[in-house]
Nanobody, 125 residues
């Protein structure tokens, strides 16, 4: 069982930045790919970014060039740096862990076995 706890959410004006962090209980974080997903009210959960075992990263088109995912296996943390935030980035953000090492399956929520409780990001226009 892997426990995930997100932090760093909050309110920010459009154009601003936030850094989300996900702390994990995994003994060997390097054995998991990590992803960030988001869900706005009335919408389905959507992929934001993921980082594979070896550090390769994947991004949704909507955040490419603005968001950066990074992992520190020694600290058991995964961060999401969000710059140039837009109103449409407003959502609850969730951290998730997958046993899949790499590839396009990391974009699919069903491929993740463990989820955090989420942290709210609100961007005002």
């Amino acid at each position: 069982q892997v426990q995930l706890v997100e932090s760093g959410g909050g309110s920010v004006q459009a154009g601003g930045s936030l850094r989300l962090s996900c702390a994990t209980s995994a003994r060997t974080l390097s054995s998991y790919s990590m992803g960030w997903f988001r869900q706005a009210p009335g919408k389905e959960r959507e992929f934001v970014a993921a980082v594979g075992w070896s550090g390769e990263s994947y991004y949704a088109d909507s955040v490419q060039g603005r968001f950066t995912i990074s992992r520190e296996n020694a600290k058991n943390t995964v961060d999401l740096q969000m710059n140039s935030l837009k109103y449409e980035d407003t959502a609850a953000y969730f951290c998730a862990a997958s046993p899949i090492g790499w590839g396009s399956n990391l974009l699919r929520p069903v491929k993740y076995d463990y989820w955090g409780q989420g942290t709210q990001v609100t961007v005002s226009s």
